[in-house]
């Protein structure tokens, strides 16, 4: 029993505690700090909390190497802090999902320290061993560059294990029994305590098959269904949103093609071509990935669109001519660069700061099929320290004030580095400042947010996208229980002007601007004239001014599904 589809008007907003706000001055953000801040991230508008990994971690990965699902690492603060944590959201009307990290655990967790010690121990078939290295053990590493295999020796275990990732992060055995059921128990946990999802880390690795003899492994989608008929046992709005950067071809099967498996997926094909749009001004791979992951599904099912997340730019669904446009205009220096295939700058420098650059990404992000995914800091136009290794460069703590540390901390010493001086340092860019100005990033993303949560035909609606005679200029209208919405945008540094047919019957509505005064009616052969400033962007309603008074509930009165 489905009880609220509340993920499909939903706005998330994606954090690490550890980085957001420090409560007790260790230098290390908290939940004490985050729930602090609860009061900011609901006036910015945001409807539900991801939260990465912050189980305890030896912290090779940033979290990402979990060492114990059932508890809270001391950093952060206690079980009993997150409850806190928990409930003040719940109070404010904001849902939280959190990383679901088992495709691997830590070398350190209990289970693989058990495994490797002894050959008959209950966990040894936890993970994925082998008595001499396979042939192949130099290919399908996750991080080119850094990472040189996927099958390393443990002296105590005398054998090899498998690890998909980083040599501290041996995979999990994910097709034993045994281990699903101790993942189930881990969902359910977390569940008891709150939390309204999960984001499940690297999926299509989890339901693989693995071992020594698997050459090509095999996509065990059934397991996929296991974990969401649980959640939904357990609580009946529960939600998955599985991270899978697969082929169009391919995502059906993450979704089930009765909509019981994954109910939200991570839309990497629109994301990597949406870059290419933004580096070259030109929509039409855009406007091609946005109709190749158009399959028929249940309405239960969404996609997750994002810009800029908590890894590097993904383009390894580019081709090489494409990904080295996006490299020349976003990441051209080496060091800017990650894994052979990614940009690891945060967005705001990859857009040279410039306002209506920005302003563009985050309409397109709003608009676009889906539920939008923002990253924390984001909205004041955070910037990078790429003399930080890796991801690390995109991963700064919150700039709060122009006070010490940004705010974040009394520490004198954080754990990560607060950005500081030049044009992207927390003197200059904080939400202090910014919520001062009327005029600030800050004050428009909240008013973008707002605008996008009244807008439900985003998130539930049909879509198709509109000829525009310019390849530069995308135009998407959304239908749903007969109201319509309609958004362009100008992706060129220059303006045009454009004639747009919006309705079939030749008798065009007039176009409600829901940003500003300048409405547009029809010409006489019916089509709508826009001009178009350069990076310029509309959102309309079709119909006339009493759009409001005609409308329907919204997602409150469609979200109700049996």
């Not at 001055?25 to 409807?47: A, C, E, K, M, S």
């Not at 508890?71 to 409850?83: A, C, S």
């Not at 406007?287 to 390894?316: C, I, M, Y």
Request: some cysteine; glycine content about 8%.
């Amino acid at each position: 029993m489905i009880k609220d589809l509340w993920y499909k008007n939903a706005v998330i907003y994606n954090l690490s505690v550890g980085t957001f706000m420090d409560a007790n001055g260790d230098g290390i953000g908290d939940f004490q700090g985050l729930q602090r801040r609860l009061d900011y991230l609901q006036g910015l508008g945001v409807t539900c909390l991801w939260l990465g990994p912050f189980q305890p971690s030896p912290m090779r990965d940033h979290g990402y190497d979990v060492a114990d699902y059932y508890n809270v690492d001391p950093r952060y603060g206690t079980l009993g802090d997150f409850v806190e944590f928990s409930h003040a959201c719940k109070q404010r009307g904001i849902r939280v999902i959190i990383d679901l990290v088992v495709n691997h655990t830590s070398d350190q967790h209990p289970w693989f320290q058990a495994a490797r010690k002894d050959p008959d121990s209950p966990y040894r078939d936890w993970y994925v061993w082998s008595d001499k290295k396979p042939d192949d053990a130099d290919q399908g590493v996750v991080f080119p560059g850094v990472q040189k295999t996927t099958w390393s020796w443990d002296k105590e275990a005398r054998a090899y294990y498998f690890h998909r990732f980083y040599e501290f992060q041996p995979d999990l055995n994910t097709a034993n029994p045994e281990v699903q059921a101790e993942l189930l128990k881990v969902m359910g946990f977390w569940i008891e305590l709150g939390v309204s999802g999960f984001r499940m880390d690297a999926v299509p690795f989890v339901i693989a098959t693995k071992g020594p003899d698997v050459k090509k492994p095999k996509q065990q989608f059934d397991m996929l269904r296991t974990f969401r008929e649980f959640v939904q046992w357990r609580c009946g709005d529960a939600v998955l949103l599985a991270e899978a950067n697969v082929l169009p071809t391919v995502d059906q099967e993450y979704f089930g093609d009765d909509g019981d498996r994954m109910q939200m997926v991570f839309n990497f094909q629109v994301n990597q071509n949406l870059f290419y749009a933004l580096a070259t001004a030109d929509t039409r791979p855009l406007a091609k990935a946005l109709d190749v992951t158009r399959v028929p599904r249940p309405s239960t099912n969404q996609w997750g669109l994002f810009l800029r997340n908590h890894d590097e730019l993904d383009l390894g669904r580019l081709t090489e001519a494409q990904r080295k446009r996006v490299f020349d205009a976003f990441g051209p220096d080496k060091d800017m660069q990650l894994y052979d295939r990614g940009i690891r700058r945060r967005l705001a420098p990859m857009l040279r700061g410039d306002r209506r650059w920005l302003e563009l990404a985050y309409s397109l992000l709003f608009t676009l099929p889906g539920t939008p995914v923002l990253r924390y800091g984001d909205e004041i136009g955070m910037g990078d320290d790429l003399s930080l290794p890796e991801r690390e460069c995109a991963r700064t703590p919150m700039q709060w004030s122009d006070e010490p540390q940004g705010g974040f901390t009394k520490a004198d010493d954080p754990v990560h580095p607060v950005i500081s001086g030049g044009a992207y340092g927390y003197e200059r860019i904080n939400a202090a400042h910014q919520r001062r100005d009327p005029s600030a990033l800050l004050n428009w993303t909240e008013r973008i947010i707002r605008m996008r949560k009244e807008c439900p035909e985003i998130g539930w609606g049909d879509f198709q996208v509109l000829p525009t005679g310019s390849n530069a200029v995308l135009a998407i209208r959304y239908d749903w229980r007969n109201n319509s919405v309609l958004v362009v945008h100008n992706l060129d540094d220059r303006p045009h002007e454009i004639a747009l047919a919006v309705d079939g019957t030749g008798e065009s509505p007039r176009l409600v601007n829901l940003l500003a005064e300048d409405h547009n009616d029809p010409e006489e052969d019916g089509r709508h004239r826009l001009v178009l400033e350069p990076y310029g962007y509309r959102w309309y309603r079709l119909g006339g001014l009493d759009y409001l008074l005609r409308r329907t509930e919204g997602p409150v009165g469609g979200a109700k599904r049996s």
